[in-house]
C-alpha cells in the first residue's frame, strides 16, 4: 500500500494543498480561494473539506495517509500548534487551535507550522536548498520573514516565533511598522516597502515589476530607487549574516523574479559590507513559487510521523 502525506498551505487569497510521497513527488496537488473575510469557522470548515477529500481520494486509490502539515500565515506555537495572533489578513485567525482542529476533522496526526518555516522546509526537501546541510530562508512579500534551516528541519526558538527577520530594526525610530514598532527591516525591503519609497520618490501607483522595468530601460530616477531598495535589502542581510554566520541565504517570493538584476548588486552590496571572515555567502533565489509551502509542510508531516 503506498503510503502518502498532505500538505496544506493558507495564505490571505488562496490556499494551496497537495498530497505527496515520501521522496517529494507530488500525487495530486489543489488551490482554492482563503475567502478569509467569511472568518474563521468558514475556513476551518474549507481546510476540514480539503482533508475530506483527500481520505475519499485515498480510499478509492488505496493509500493510506500518514499525516497531514499545515503551513499558515500567523505566529504558531509548535508546542500545541496553535495560532495565537495572526495579521487582519485572516479574520478572527488569532487564537486558533488548528491542530486539534484538523486532528478532530481528519483523524490524522497533524504538524502546523508557520508559512515562512514550511516554505524554507520546502525548499530545503526538493528546491534550491536541496542537498544543503544549512541555510537562512527570507521570504519578501507585505512583509519579511524566513527561517534557519538545520539538518532539514527548522530553528523555531522556543516556542515557534523565531523567524520574524522582518521586525529587526534597520533605522533608529525610522518609518512606523506595522508591528508596532518602528524601523522595521521590513518597513524598507518587503515589497510594501518597495512600493512606499516609490510614492515618496514621485512613482505613484507604479507596481515593483514597473519600478524594475523601468530601472532596466536605464531611468534615472528608476535606478536610484532600485539601488536604494537593494541597499536597505543588504542592510537587513548583513545582520542576519553577522547573527548566523550562513554559508547561504535563499530569498523567496515575487520580487525574485527580477533574477541576476536584483540578485547580482544584492550579492556585491552583501559581501562588500561584510567583514572578511563571514564572506562569501551564496545568495540564491528560491526556485519551487507557490509550491514551496505545501510541499514544505507536507515535509514536516513526514518528519513528525512514524514513517520517516
Sequence with gaps: MTTLAIGIDIGGTQIKAGIVSRDGQPVHTDTVPTEASL??????????????????????????????????AGFVDIRDGSVPFASGNLPGWSGVRLREELEKASGLPVVVANDAHALAVGEG??????????????????????????????????????????????????K?????????????????????????????????????EQARSGGTAAVRLIRTY????????????????????????????????????????LNDRLMPVYRPVEILPAKLGGSAGWMGAARLAWLASAEE
Design 125 to 174: 526537501w526538493q528546491g534550491a536548498g536541496r542537498g544543503l546541510d544549512g541555510f537562512l530562508c527570507v521570504t519578501l512579500g507585505t512583509g519579511i520573514g524566513g527561517s534557519r534551516i538545520m539538518n532539514g528541519r527548522p530553528d523555531y526558538g522556543c516556542a515557534g516565533y523565531a523567524g520574524g527577520f522582518g521586525h529587526q530594526v534597520i533605522v533608529h525610530e525610522g
Design 39 to 72: 472568518g474563521r469557522d468558514a475556513l476551518l470548515g474549507k481546510l476540514a473539506g480539503l482533508l475530506e477529500k483527500y481520505r475519499r481520494m485515498a480510499e478509492l486509490n488505496g493509500w493510506r495517509l500518514a499525516a497531514a502539515g499545515v503551513g499558515t
Design 230 to 269: 537593494i541597499g536597505y535589502l543588504a542592510a537587513g542581510l548583513v545582520n542576519l549574516v553577522y547573527a548566523f554566520n550562513p554559508q547561504t541565504i535563499i530569498i523567496g517570493g515575487a520580487v525574485t523574479a527580477q533574477g541576476d538584476f536584483l540578485f547580482d548588486p544584492l550579492r556585491q552590496q
Design 176 to 212: 512606523p511598522c506595522t508591528c508596532g514598532g518602528s524601523g522595521c527591516w521590513e518597513s524598507y525591503a518587503s515589497v510594501t516597502g518597495l512600493i512606499k519609497l516609490a510614492e515618496e520618490a514621485g512613482f505613484t501607483g507604479a507596481s515593483p515589476e514597473q519600478l524594475f
